[in-house]
């Protein structure tokens, strides 16, 4: 029997990679792509610019979507640049993209609950809080604390976690349980290859802890 040749070997190896598809390092670095990009569209875009940039961030998710549709990751970040792109936008548009988002993350939730620190639990009570009740929306304040409450058991000690459930507890007018979690998000550890994210995140958490502030003081 003829022994194959160190070529034929090479070749065939190559094209047992080609025929198997995007690897979960391929996902990774998708992934990685998705959500810095995404904090540049939301953090450092403005206007007509932020909405265009988050239309061709949309597609592109989809994209990783397709390639992975068994991930919860993708399905995670195509509901959070969703759910951020109808927040950006608003108006009716906004509710459509709100729906979009909440189908995305409950697909996301569907696949692996614990996905990215739980990230779809605090993206859809997010939604579930800021989007209009019936008729109009599915926004429900009770089910965005069991939401948040689920992130936060998943993830207790993470900015994204303990931000989005203190500005929760400030719409709830829950001013002093809010401080105690958005002091917390502050000192949250920096997130590896994500400097940009937290930077616009303890922006976000500083005006709040001043939102507060002012609320207590009157």
Same mark, same amino acid.
């Given at each position: 029997?003829?022994?194959?040749?160190?070529?034929?070997?090479?070749? &065939?190896?190559?094209?047992?990679?080609?025929?198997?598809?995007? &690897?979960? /390092?391929?996902?990774?670095?998708?992934?990685?792509?998705?959500?810095?990009?995404?904090?540049?569209?939301? =953090? @450092?875009?403005?206007? +007509?610019?932020?909405?265009?940039?988050?239309?061709?961030?949309?597609?592109?998710?989809?994209?990783?979507? /397709?390639?992975?549709?068994?991930?919860?990751?993708?399905?995670?970040?195509?509901?959070?640049?969703?759910?951020? =792109?109808?927040?950006? +936008?608003?108006?009716?548009?906004?509710?459509?993209?709100?729906?979009?988002?909440?189908?995305?993350?409950? #697909?996301?939730?569907?696949?692996?609950?614990?996905?990215?620190?739980?990230?779809?639990?605090?993206?859809?009570? &997010?939604?579930?809080?800021?989007?209009?009740?019936?008729?109009?929306?599915?926004?429900?304040? +009770?089910?965005?604390?069991?939401?948040?409450?689920?992130?936060? $058991?998943?993830?207790?000690?993470?900015?994204?976690?303990? =931000?989005?459930?203190?500005?929760?507890?400030?719409?709830? +007018?829950?001013?002093?349980?809010?401080?105690? =979690?958005?002091?917390? $998000? @502050?000192?949250?550890?920096?997130?590896?290859? #994500?400097?940009?994210?937290?930077?616009?995140?303890?922006?976000?958490?500083?005006?709040?802890? /001043? &939102?507060?502030?002012?609320?207590?003081?009157?």
């Amino acid at each position: 029997m003829k022994q194959p040749t160190i070529s034929t070997l090479v070749t &065939t190896l190559l094209l047992l990679s080609l025929c198997s598809g995007p &690897t979960w /390092a391929d996902l990774n670095q998708d992934i990685t792509r998705l959500q810095h990009r995404w904090a540049e569209v939301n =953090y @450092q875009l403005h206007e +007509k610019t932020k909405l265009a940039a988050f239309e061709t961030l949309m597609a592109d998710a989809e994209k990783v979507v /397709a390639n992975y549709p068994n991930a919860a990751e993708g399905w995670i970040w195509q509901g959070i640049i969703k759910s951020t =792109y109808a927040g950006a +936008k608003g108006g009716l548009g906004a509710l459509s993209l709100a729906k979009a988002s909440k189908k995305d993350l409950e #697909r996301a939730l569907s696949i692996e609950p614990e996905a990215l620190n739980g990230s779809a639990y605090t993206s859809l009570g &997010t939604l579930y809080f800021n989007v209009p009740g019936w008729p109009i929306g599915f926004g429900n304040d +009770k089910k965005a604390e069991e939401l948040l409450r689920k992130a936060l $058991a998943i993830n207790p000690n993470g900015i994204d976690s303990n =931000y989005f459930f203190g500005d929760y507890l400030i719409q709830e +007018k829950r001013f002093q349980e809010a401080k105690v =979690y958005l002091l917390k $998000a @502050q000192k949250a550890a920096p997130r590896p290859n #994500r400097p940009l994210a937290d930077a616009g995140r303890q922006k976000e958490i500083a005006n709040a802890l /001043a &939102t507060i502030e002012k609320k207590l003081s009157h």
